[in-house]
C-alpha cells in the first residue's frame, strides 16, 4: 500500500508544479481585482501544497528508506518546514480573501474587511424558496 501513495504523491506533486507553472505570470502584482488575488493565492497554495507533499510524500519516505532519517514527525527540522508551508498557506488565504472582499459589491466593501468578506451577505438561504 506504501506504493500506491508514492505514485498517487509523485502525480499530485506533478500536477500541483504545473498549476504553479499555470499561475506563474500572475504572481506578480499585475492590478487590484479580484481575479489577481485569487489567481495569487492559487499560485502561492499550490507552492506550498507541492513542497508539503515532496517533503512528506516524497523525501521522508525515501530517506527512511535509505536509512538516513528518523521516522519521528516531532523533530525540530520537519517542524520548521512545516511551519514554513503553513505560512505559504496562510498566505495564500490572505491573497484569496483580498480577492473574495474585492468582488465584494462596491456599495457593500465598506462594510467589511478582508476577514470579513467570507461573511457576505449576512444572511445565507441554506433552500430555495421556490422548487
Do not use: C
Amino acid at each position: 500500500m506504501t506504493h500506491l501513495n508514492d505514485l498517487t504523491a509523485i502525480v499530485a506533486l506533478l500536477m500541483m508544479g504545473l498549476v504553479a507553472r499555470g499561475f506563474w505570470p500572475h504572481v506578480i502584482l499585475q492590478g487590484h481585482s479580484p481575479v489577481n488575488y485569487l489567481m495569487q493565492g492559487i499560485f502561492i497554495g499550490s507552492v506550498g501544497i507541492s513542497g508539503r507533499i515532496a517533503l512528506y510524500d516524497v523525501i521522508r519516505p525515501a530517506m527512511r528508506y535509505m536509512d538516513y532519517m528518523p521516522g519521528s514527525p516531532l523533530s525540530v527540522p520537519i517542524q520548521m518546514y512545516n511551519s514554513g508551508f503553513n505560512i505559504f498557506f496562510a498566505l495564500a488565504a490572505w491573497r484569496i480573501l483580498v480577492g473574495l472582499h474585492a468582488s465584494l459589491p462596491e456599495s457593500e466593501r465598506d462594510k467589511y474587511s478582508w476577514f470579513t468578506s467570507p461573511f457576505y451577505p449576512k444572511r445565507i438561504n441554506l433552500f430555495r424558496r421556490n422548487l
